[in-house]
């Protein structure tokens, strides 16, 4: 299959707290994924890391095979990303 969107290795902090501790993630074009966990388990973080709302401290993320930085929620709309 072809990668829609991944994350790799990311890291999301807020002063003292470890929101993302290197996580990664890999969907597929047209797979519904569904993210479940714990609370505090990352789940809205990734979503933010992916829309724009929050930069991560570390890792990479690429969409349609490109690596990109995803710095704003106009940018991720512009590229097709909305949650």
């Given at each position: ?28 074009k047209?797979e519904?994924v569904?993210?479940?966990?714990d ?21 990479k ?6 690596e990109?930085?995803?710095k ?6 512009k ?5």
């Amino acid at each position: 299959m072809e990668p829609i969107i991944e994350l790799k290795n990311v890291t999301k902090k807020f002063g003292g707290i470890t929101a993302l501790d290197n996580a990664s993630l890999h969907v597929d074009k047209g797979e519904v994924v569904g993210l479940i966990g714990d609370n505090g388990a990352g789940k809205s973080t990734t979503i933010k890391v992916i829309t724009g709302v929050h930069t991560p401290n570390s890792g990479k993320i690429f969409f349609k095979k490109n690596e990109v930085q995803i710095k704003s929620v106009a940018q991720s709309r512009k590229m097709g990303i909305e949650a």
